[in-house]
């Protein structure tokens, strides 16, 4: 028994192992991890070779996560794993059929993202003024609305200071885009540039360091501004910020979503609700 289901393990392993080689170069590595995770679950409860699963697993299985108490996030996101796995197998010819097809997703209640009202916003400004870096981070997260794994990697030779805009090379996905800065940016960015190391091709790096900055060095940052202005702020904050500012002043959806690298129009929908939310604040405000 214990043959055969190692045999089982291993067949299936090496088909997954396949699925993220195939998409290395197009997904982030933190992308295929979780979606190496989340195929490795399905085949611990389904115990089947993955060309002799049906839909009736697949349906069993989105039942037995339901009842084990995991959120419609989770078992969405395990289910679009495996969509993607067996479509991937089925275009390659490496199965007869799609166990996935006409499975639906659970329901996800939408709601509204986190995000600063202006005034929050100008009192994390204020607070950050006086630290020449911190005040640079936060303007170019706010007015560009960049993921932190995004910051991080910019270089300096990515920037256009005439035409105001940088050159995102490798985003979520793998996918470049271009995204526009403002005056008040423009002068934050040159005068932390102006006050450090200036050998490193990075934009944000240590204090005199040449290496690009962490992510756990900013997020720590945002944690001690959070405690210091009692409510929550970090780099997701901003960038839903950005887009709400953005939505709730009446941008189209179609610009938000390019500005946020967005692939998917549901992706950007939610921020359209601001836009109507804040319309009836000012009618509420102005007709009693």
């Not at 995770?37 to 409860?45: D, I, P, V």
Request: with cysteine.
């Amino acid at each position: 028994m214990y043959g055969v289901m190692k045999l089982l393990k291993d067949k299936n392993q090496r088909k997954i192992d396949e699925l993220v080689s195939h998409y290395r170069k197009s997904r982030e590595e933190r992308t295929l991890i979780l979606h190496k995770k989340n195929l490795t679950y399905f085949f611990r409860f389904c115990n089947k070779e993955y060309y002799d699963v049906e839909r009736k697993d697949i349906k069993s299985y989105r039942l037995a996560m339901k009842n084990s108490g995991l959120s419609p996030r989770t078992i969405k996101d395990r289910l679009n794993s495996l969509r993607l796995f067996y479509e991937y197998l089925y275009k390659q010819g490496k199965t007869s059929k799609n166990p996935t097809e006409n499975i639906e997703n659970p329901k996800i209640d939408e709601t509204l993202p986190y995000y600063l009202s202006f005034d929050k916003l100008n009192k994390l400004r204020e607070m950050a003024k006086d630290n020449k870096r911190d005040s640079a981070v936060v303007e170019t997260l706010y007015t560009t609305g960049v993921r932190l794994s995004e910051l991080v990697r910019i270089k300096k030779k990515d920037i256009n200071w005439k035409s105001k805009f940088i050159f995102i090379r490798d985003g979520k996905g793998k996918k470049e885009r271009f995204v526009k800065f403002n005056t008040e940016c423009y002068y934050r960015l040159k005068g932390y540039l102006r006050d450090r190391n200036p050998k490193s091709v990075y934009l944000f790096t240590p204090y005199n360091g040449k290496k690009p900055i962490s992510k756990k060095t900013i997020q720590d940052m945002f944690h001690n501004y959070s405690d210091r202005l009692g409510f929550q702020v970090n780099a997701r904050t901003l960038r839903h910020t950005f887009a709400a500012h953005l939505a709730i002043q009446g941008m189209p959806l179609e610009c938000i979503q390019l500005l946020l690298g967005h692939d998917k129009r549901e992706n950007t929908k939610v921020y359209t609700k601001l836009y109507h939310e804040a319309r009836k604040e000012v009618y509420d405000k102005y007709i009693i």
